[in-house]
């Protein structure tokens, strides 16, 4: 298993349109989290899924982002109408039930809205 | 409101001393601290952790030290070496309410010199 891989890398896209972001964490890992870290930032929380149910949800996820893990495998993260102030870098991170702590995270997808 | 703030941007060491990372948080629920490593271009690794009942965990050269009552925490590197060049993000969960949702700081880039 080569770890957390996260697509795509890099994604500019033009402001208000939709983008979305996969995520396929280690196998057999039941836990998955999303971040995003921003310039001089550490990552923030977005949300928390166990297998397939999406447990815990910041306030910085707005009503435009959402995110899905529909098998309990991969997962997605949308941000429709993206907005300048979206543009980051967004992380996943999985782990077995041992929790953050046992945690690999991804290399990240570097979004830019222009 | 940053609940876990880290007050050096950076810090240069000289290789085979000690490198001391300093860590305060305001929240007094916060029972579990981790530290987490990032070399550019990668996600964060994890490091060490210590839970709110001990004040002393030591791996290696790695040894992290709580004050609960000053909500400080430090991450001790000895002997610092070229390669634990990157930055250090201290991090902490209050894991009674959300066990899974961790909240970083804004990290610490450490230099070691040569």
């Known amino acids: 298993d080569t770890g957390v891989s996260q697509n795509p890398r890099h994604k500019i896209t033009k402001r208000g349109q939709n983008v979305t972001f996969r995520c396929d964490p280690i196998?057999?890992?039941?836990?998955l989290y999303w971040y995003r870290q921003t310039l001089g930032q550490g990552p923030e929380f977005l949300t928390y899924?166990?297998?397939?149910?999406?447990?815990?949800k910041s306030r910085l996820l707005s009503d435009r982002f959402s995110a899905e893990r529909p098998k309990g495998s991969f997962s997605t993260l949308e941000i429709q109408r993206t907005e300048q102030g979206d543009s980051a870098m967004y992380l996943c991170?999985?782990?077995?039930?041992?929790?953050?702590?046992?945690?690999?995270f991804g290399q990240g997808t570097r979004l830019t809205v222009v | 409101d940053q609940q876990v703030k880290q007050n050096s941007p950076s810090l240069s060491v000289q290789e085979g001393r000690i490198s001391i990372l300093n860590c305060d948080y305001t929240n007094s629920m916060f029972d579990y601290f981790l530290w987490y490593k990032k070399y550019p271009a990668e996600g964060p690794t994890f490091l060490i952790s210590?839970?709110?009942?001990?004040d002393k965990n030591e791996d290696g050269r790695f040894t992290v030290f709580l004050n609960k009552s000053a909500k400080h925490l430090s991450l001790h590197i000895v002997p610092s070496q070229p390669g634990d060049s990157a930055v250090y993000f201290c991090?902490?969960?209050?894991?009674?309410?959300?066990?899974?949702?961790?909240?970083f700081g804004p990290g610490t880039s450490l230099s070691v010199i040569p």
């Open positions: 899924f166990q297998n397939e149910a999406q447990l815990e």
């Open positions: 196998s057999e890992h039941n836990r």
């Open positions: 991090a902490a969960s209050a894991r009674k309410t959300s066990y899974d949702k961790v909240i």
């Open positions: 991170a999985s782990s077995p039930p041992g929790g953050i702590t046992e945690a690999f």
């Open positions: 210590i839970s709110s009942i001990k």
